[in-house]
C-alpha cells in the first residue's frame, strides 16, 4: 500500500514538473522568428534526440498503440505550434486542454477507467468555456488559430489515451517517434529562411526541457495515475502559460476568453481536488478494515 502510494505522489510531482515546463511554449514559440512548422520540426528534432539518449535502445514494436501515440503526438505538437502563432497563448493552451472531454468519452471503451457522473458535470462547463472564446477571436487568424487548437485537444488526448494504454510496457517509445515524424513531416519548412541567434537558444530550451524532459517525466507519470488525471492534474499549464506571455511581451487575451479559461480552469481543478480527498478517504477506510 504505502510503496503503491509513494509511487502514485511521485507520478503527481512529475506531472507538474511536466506542466510548468509546458507552460513556457506559449511565450518561447512567440520568441521565435521562424516558420511555425519550422519551429515544430526543430523543437522535436532536439527533443527525438535526448530521448534517445535516456532511451538507448528504444523498444520498436509498431504495436497499434505505440503507433497511433506517436501519429497523435505528432498531430499535437504541430497544431499547438500553429494554434500559438494565430491565436493568443492563452487562447492555445486553454483551448487545448478541451482534451478532458475526449479522454472522458473514449476512456471507459479505450482503457476500462470508468467517468464518474461528476465528471461529466466537470465536461459541461468545459464545454461551456470553450464556447467563450470566440466571443473575442471573430478575425479570421483569430478563428482558424482556435480551430487549430482544439483539434490539437483531441490529439493531446488520444496521446494520453495511447500512452496510458501502454502503462506496462513503455510509453516513452511513442513521444521518441512523435517527434522523430513531426521532424520529418516539418523538415520542408526549415528550408528558405534561417533563425537567429535568439531564436535558435530559444529552440535548443524548448527542445531540451520544455519538451523532451517534461515528456520523459510525464511517460513515467502516466503509468501510475489514470488517464483522466493524467490530463487534469496538469492543470497549471493553462494557468502558468498565458500569464508568462503577458510578463515578457504584454499580450493579454480578451475578456470573454478570461471568463471562459476561469470556467475551464476551476472546473478541472474542482474534479481532480475531489479525486485526491476521495482516494486519501478511500485508502484510509482500507488502513482501518487492515487494523
Not at 101 to 130: C, H, K, Q, S
Not at 158 to 174: A, D, G, I, T, Y
Not at 260 to 278: H, M, P, Q
Request: glycine share 6%; charged share 10%.
Amino acid at each position: 500500500m504505502n510503496t503503491i502510494l509513494s509511487e502514485r505522489n511521485k507520478a503527481v510531482i512529475f506531472l507538474i514538473t511536466a506542466a510548468v515546463l509546458w507552460s513556457f511554449g506559449g511565450l518561447f514559440i512567440k520568441l521565435v522568428s521562424w516558420n511555425p512548422l519550422a519551429i515544430a520540426g526543430m523543437r522535436s528534432a532536439i527533443a527525438s534526440v535526448l530521448i534517445f539518449m535516456v532511451l538507448r535502445r528504444p523498444k520498436i514494436t509498431w504495436s497499434f498503440p505505440q503507433t497511433g501515440g506517436a501519429v497523435a503526438y505528432a498531430a499535437t505538437v504541430i497544431l499547438y505550434v500553429a494554434a500559438n502563432k494565430l491565436t493568443t497563448a492563452a487562447n492555445a493552451i486553454l483551448l487545448q486542454y478541451t482534451a478532458p472531454i475526449y479522454v472522458a468519452l473514449f476512456g471507459a471503451w479505450f482503457l476500462n477507467e470508468r467517468t464518474r457522473v461528476f465528471d461529466w458535470i466537470v465536461i459541461f462547463f468545459v464545454i461551456a468555456g470553450m464556447t467563450l472564446f470566440f466571443f473575442d477571436d471573430l478575425a479570421v487568424g483569430g478563428v482558424l488559430g482556435n480551430a487549430l487548437a482544439i483539434l490539437s485537444g483531441i490529439s493531446f488526448a488520444c496521446v494520453v489515451l495511447f500512452m496510458r494504454k501502454q502503462k506496462n510496457e513503455s510509453p516513452l517509445e511513442s513521444v521518441f517517434l512523435g517527434n522523430v515524424l513531426t521532424a520529418l513531416i516539418c523538415m520542408p519548412f526549415m528550408f528558405g529562411s534561417i533563425p537567429d541567434l535568439n531564436s535558435w537558444a530559444v529552440l535548443i530550451f524548448l527542445g531540451i526541457f520544455q519538451l523532451g524532459l517534461s515528456y520523459i517525466l510525464y511517460s513515467a507519470a502516466i503509468k501510475h495515475v489514470t488517464a483522466l488525471e493524467a490530463i487534469l492534474i496538469p492543470v497549471l499549464e493553462p494557468i502558468l502559460n498565458p500569464i508568462w506571455v503577458f510578463m515578457a511581451i504584454g499580450e493579454m487575451p480578451g475578456p470573454w476568453s478570461l471568463v471562459g479559461g476561469f470556467i475551464v480552469v476551476v472546473s478541472v481543478t474542482a474534479r481532480c481536488v475531489l479525486t485526491t480527498l476521495e482516494k486519501e478517504s478511500a485508502d484510509m477506510g482500507a488502513e482501518n478494515c487492515l487494523q
